[in-house]
């Protein structure tokens, strides 16, 4: 047994036999070495200098990697870039620039498209806008937008006067945009006036507004106008119409501003054990070269392509492989405001078959959502454009695998199956496609040059097919540096669990438990820590607990991941909750969901509030969360003989079954 709150049972394996990709697909793939593990691992670190070479440096690095301060490891020190420059520039003087960079689908049904040189033109003229709003290096901008071209825009036109940005996911709640901006004394802030969601005008700004209110730094906010007449908007004092700005510097260019590698390009947060988000930083050169490698050697991604990652931008997947990769390769990136199901099913599949995607690039759980709606609606599209899937942010069950190969892939396509994390910066476990077998199950082996091991708690690799926790044994180019509140915070989340400081010896914890078999590949197995992925969004246990405790009437609450789904795959928020005498439980529930909704968003609403007498506890007081999830998914309980209320463990579980 491996964890504390998390993982303790069987996952299943899959029986099918290992994959082959088809040669069609190998003859044409940018990784097709056999021996490309064997030459990173004979090269390392040196082998990091291919992830560089993807990029323009404006000085050249001295030193690949720095690890004398370990774990605060240094990548391409001494070198200089700009990545605006890398993402932009460089495409439009190499005879690139009426390429599409960008194309974007609406929610409506309208579709525009960037060109490199138009992407080039609106990232300057933004830029000096910012500049003349006052933003300076390494002020950190607070970007809250939905999926709108505005929106890697201003990330790259931060980029460009080398301005980390902060993206807060737009469907966060104005508590949780008031939490980061507060984090990072961010004193500017883009968003827009509101957007639609599944075809209604909402209200963005009033958020915004509400945010800003709970701040005490002072704020430069600038406003897209997406919704024009249908949601008119009064600009205050200190709020900037974005297009009028862009008007005010037509035609402006801003020398983009040489970054030494290790300078911040990015903060975002991400929810960690504790109710406080983490603030994950990234550094340019690194990032930048893991996000373009990871690209190039795991998407396959080529300058031709149109490609295609379903994620939000707002999240780090949108980040490394709807920005940042694609991008700094010149690609073509398709941006969905959307969702799959709206105005009907069969939008996803239009959209490939009309854009003639190539690589396609989603998530489990929407694979499983499409499943459920069946297949006529991908058989009645023309998928033949696609040559690569990938899926990431949580395990793809064999089944789901099996479905998205011949449903989407047409039994073609091979599949990666990508973990990574918002700390890792880009894939660090994944088949290649044009070298490694595909297991359906099984994420892959890490990639070239990364190190990932199945360690025990004392950091000891374990027996194959032995579950423990998933660690990184050695730095890779896109790790975070550090977390934005500081280095200690950094080193006790992620290093000193699994470490042996005295013998140099660093791991990082991941959070996830996995297994590894005999040929080295991984099946991650999920989260360790007070965690919970649900559809590929994380979320901290105590975040959304401190938001219950905050309602009248609620004593204690407890939440834990519940496994659902029609084959045990998805999983949502169940909440236990303890009230006051007399509370009215109707009006207590009602209020709870309001409570989350304003401290975290929507994305955070329980699946179930069980109310309880009170919550299962060990002598020592400590809720036991892993019980409540054993009882919440049906499972064998072990031992509760450490209960101090053993009888309340009965009555849970007939709550359970009556829901
Ligand atoms: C956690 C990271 C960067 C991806 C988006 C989520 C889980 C991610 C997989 C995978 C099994 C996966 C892990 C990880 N996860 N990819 N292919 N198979 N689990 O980023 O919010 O930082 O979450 O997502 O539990 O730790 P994130």
Redesign the pocket.
């Known amino acids: 047994m491996v964890d504390r709150n998390g993982w303790d049972g069987e996952v299943p394996v899959s029986d099918a036999s290992p994959r082959r990709p088809p040669e069609s697909f190998v003859a044409q793939a940018n990784v097709a070495d056999e021996a490309v593990h064997e030459k990173f691992a004979d090269e390392w670190p040196a082998c990091w200098e291919r992830a560089a070479a993807l990029l323009d440096w404006d000085e050249p690095y001295d030193t690949v990697l720095e690890d004398d301060d370990a774990p605060f490891y240094r990548w391409f020190t001494g070198g200089r870039l700009n990545a605006a420059y890398n993402c932009l520039d460089r495409h439009v003087e190499g005879g690139r620039k009426n390429h599409a960079a960008i194309r974007w689908e609406g929610k409506r049904g309208e579709s525009t498209t960037y060109t490199y040189r138009e992407l080039y033109v609106e990232v300057n003229e933004l830029a000096a806008s910012l500049r003349e709003l006052g933003v300076e290096a390494d002020d950190v901008v607070t970007i809250y937008l939905p999926m709108i071209p505005e929106l890697p825009t201003a990330m790259l036109a931060c980029a460009r006067i080398g301005a980390p940005h902060s993206v807060v996911f737009a469907g966060l709640s104005a508590d949780a945009l008031a939490t980061r901006m507060d984090a990072a004394d961010s004193e500017y802030l883009v968003t827009c006036d509101g957007y639609y969601r599944r075809g209604d005008a909402f209200n963005q700004k009033g958020k915004a507004d509400n945010a800003l209110l709970e701040l005490d730094q002072d704020v430069t906010t600038v406003v897209v106008d997406r919704l024009g007449e249908e949601l008119p908007h009064v600009l205050g004092a200190s709020e900037y119409d974005y297009h009028d700005l862009l008007d005010a510097h037509r035609g402006e260019t801003v020398d983009p501003v040489s970054r030494a590698a290790e300078d911040m390009l990015f903060l975002m947060y991400?929810s960690g054990t504790t109710g406080r988000p983490k603030g994950v930083v990234h550094a340019t050169g690194g990032y930048l070269s893991y996000a373009a490698w990871t690209s190039h050697a795991v998407l396959d991604v080529k300058p031709e392509d149109t490609y295609w990652c379903a994620a939000d931008i707002g999240?780090?997947?949108g980040h490394s492989y709807i920005v940042y990769g694609p991008l700094a390769l010149g690609t073509t990136t398709l941006l969905y405001e959307g969702t799959p199901d709206y105005p009907d099913r069969n939008r996803l599949w239009e959209i490939i078959e009309r854009n003639a995607v190539d690589v396609f690039y989603t998530a489990p759980t929407a694979i499983r959502a499409f499943m459920k709606w069946g297949e006529e609606y991908p058989d009645r599209h023309d998928l033949s454009s696609l040559r690569l899937l990938g899926?990431?942010?949580?395990?793809i069950n064999p089944r789901a695998w099996e479905w998205y190969h011949e449903h989407v892939g047409g039994g073609e396509c091979p599949i990666v199956?990508?973990?990574?994390?918002?700390e890792t910066g880009g894939i660090a476990i994944s088949t290649l496609p044009g070298v490694d077998d595909m297991k359906p199950g099984a994420?892959g082996p890490a990639l070239p040059g990364v190190d990932a091991r199945v360690v025990d708690g004392a950091g000891e690799a374990v027996d194959p097919e032995e579950a423990g926790y998933l660690a990184l044994a050695r730095p890779w180019p896109g790790m975070l540096r550090t977390l934005y509140e500081g280095d200690d915070r950094f080193v006790d989340e992620y290093w000193r669990r699994l470490s042996d400081p005295d013998a140099d010896e660093w791991r990082y914890f991941?959070?996830?438990a996995a297994r590894v078999d005999e040929d080295g590949y991984v099946t991650?197995l999920?989260?360790v820590d007070d965690v919970i992925?649900v559809s590929?969004?994380?979320l901290s246990t105590m975040e959304v607990e401190s938001a219950i405790v905050e309602v009248e009437g609620v004593a204690e609450a407890a939440v834990v991941g519940a496994t659902g789904g029609s084959d045990g795959t998805d999983t949502g928020i169940f909440a236990y909750v303890s009230t006051e005498r007399d509370a009215d439980a109707a009006a207590i529930r009602e209020a709870i969901h309001e409570a989350i909704e304003d401290a975290i968003g929507p994305i955070a609403r329980p699946e179930e509030v069980v109310f309880t007498p009170e919550l299962p506890k060990t002598r020592s007081g400590k809720i036991m969360r892993r019980l409540l999830a054993d009882v919440t998914n049906g499972e064998e309980l072990g031992d509760t003989s450490a209960l101090r209320n053993p009888e309340i463990v009965g009555e849970l579980q007939a709550a359970i079954r009556e829901e």
Do not use: K, L, M, Y
């Open positions: 991400t999240w780090i997947t899926t990431v942010g949580e395990p199956d990508t973990w990574w994390q918002t994420a991941t959070g996830d991650v999920g989260r992925n590929g969004h994380r």
